[in-house]
């Protein structure tokens, strides 16, 4: 089955970077865009950003442009997610998700706190 698993979130003081992975089974990872979600406390969980199955089309809430990157490896089953110079408003857990024969698959999620 559909099996998708974060890492790599913990807490960074602001202006720091953290580097998110969501390793994927169970589906033919290169034929599905993926992405990548936040949810903060009391908040609706939101998108952050989208990678298409290849890699050439990417997409960024504007919250969020030119702080983070996604990327993939097909090789690794992996997608990433770079975060450079995070505010305290990053703090969230994010998610990873792929949408395959329309369902949605979510990872456990992987906790990011921005503080000093």
């Known amino acids: 089955q559909v099996q998708l698993v974060e890492s790599g979130g913990g807490l960074v003081q602001p202006g720091g970077s953290l580097r998110l992975s969501c390793a994927a089974s169970?589906?033919?990872?290169?034929?599905?865009?993926m992405r990548w979600y936040r949810q903060a406390p009391g908040k609706e969980r939101e998108l952050v950003a989208a990678?298409?199955?290849?890699?050439?089309?990417?997409n960024y809430a504007d919250s969020v442009k030119g702080g983070f990157t996604i990327s993939r490896d097909n090789a690794k089953n992996t997608v990433y997610l770079q975060m450079n110079s995070l505010k305290p408003e990053a703090t969230a857990v994010y998610f990873c998700n792929v949408v395959r024969r329309s369902s949605d698959y979510w990872g456990q999620g992987t906790q990011v706190t921005v503080s000093s």
């Open positions: 990678i298409s199955s290849g890699g050439g089309n990417r």
């Open positions: 169970g589906f033919t990872f290169s034929m599905y865009a």
